[in-house]
């Protein structure tokens, strides 16, 4: 873990809420149990650690007002803070990566999940768990969902959607490795998206005939770790099936996954019988050769690891509101909908 302090990245990773927050909450708080060791990890940095933050524009904005000494100290604990965020992506990914090394993965090999029953994609059926509202809670543990991209909350708003009634019941969902405290010192968080999906125009996907698809690059209101979006809708059969892949640029690939949506539309029914959310990770080497082509080509390079499903007969309406809820703050995608 680089040297990091093993009681910090504990805690840090099964923080729920996030270190933006929890690292400044930490340092400034001298009656938090941890305050004292996250203290004499500030003090081990060296000046020339924080001389990036120190030229960062939207660091000094921030913190504008503060002496030399403070601005100092407030850069130091947000160098921390990147430093602890990148190493529990990182290791995430790599625990993910190398689930089916093991027959209960983490977190599955915890003591309040040993009667739960993991699929072959390693997830674990929602209704398994109290999900009405909030976090998902069993046996006096809660626990999180992988998240899609970096951000611990990206997973709010299409568990939201999962947890409806009707969804609940057959959604299966992955969960994270390392979100997982005891109820009572996990934070729950409530969030309002401030746009929703809209209905596609379904007279063209419904009488399709050949292959159509889409790459979008990211605007000025989409995250800044994506390199582009491709999107296809591939007839086969009676069967439509869409494949949406939100690809991360190259200084990101060790960090996080790309987001990838899969599901199938049966348009003599006008229903989807099968819907998925997965993360894919790529190597330096394979995303090379991903970023050389588009999602329809790939075929399977890369290691996928599903975060949800969806099995069964599902309106329309489930399938608009899921797209921009799991791609959250990639505004390709919502735009598309929205056409």
Not at 246 to 274: C, M, Q, T, W
């Amino acid at each position: 873990m680089n040297n990091l302090n093993k009681e910090l990245f504990e805690f840090f990773s099964s923080d729920p809420v996030g270190l933006l927050f929890t690292v400044q909450e930490i340092a400034h708080n001298i009656d938090h149990p941890l305050h004292e060791r996250l203290q004499n990890e500030l003090l081990l940095l060296d000046k020339t650690c924080i001389d990036e933050i120190l030229e960062d524009k939207n660091f000094i904005t921030l913190n504008s007002g503060l002496d030399k000494n403070l601005l100092e100290n407030e850069a130091r604990i947000e160098f921390l803070r990147r430093m602890y965020d990148k190493e529990i992506l990182r290791q995430k990914c790599i625990n993910l990566k190398e689930q089916n090394k093991f027959e209960r993965p983490t977190p599955y090999n915890h003591k309040s999940l040993s009667d739960l029953t993991i699929d072959e994609d390693y997830l674990v059926s929602l209704s398994a768990f109290f999900n009405r509202y909030g976090p998902l809670k069993r046996n006096g543990f809660t626990f999180g969902v992988v998240p899609p991209v970096s951000s611990v909350n990206s997973a709010y708003w299409f568990m939201e959607i999962l947890k409806r009634p009707g969804l609940s019941e057959v959604a299966k969902i992955r969960l994270d490795p390392f979100l997982i405290r005891e109820e009572k010192y996990f934070r729950n968080m409530e969030y309002r998206a401030w746009w929703y999906g809209v209905p596609l125009n379904w007279k063209r996907i419904i009488n399709l005939k050949q292959d159509e698809h889409r790459r979008a690059g990211p605007d000025d209101n989409t995250r800044k770790d994506i390199a582009y979006t491709d999107l296809v809708w591939s007839p086969r059969g009676d069967e439509i099936h869409f494949i949406c892949e939100e690809v991360p640029s190259d200084n990101y690939i060790n960090l996080r996954g790309s987001r990838y949506f899969h599901a199938i539309y049966l348009p003599k029914r006008d229903i989807f019988r099968h819907i998925d959310g997965a993360l894919r990770i790529y190597s330096s080497d394979e995303w090379q050769r991903r970023r050389n082509d588009h999602v329809r080509n790939i075929g399977k390079i890369g290691k996928r690891i599903k975060i949800f499903k969806l099995d069964g007969d599902f309106p329309r309406e489930v399938f608009c509101d899921l797209i921009p809820a799991f791609f959250v703050w990639n505004n390709d995608i919502y735009k598309y909908i929205k056409e």
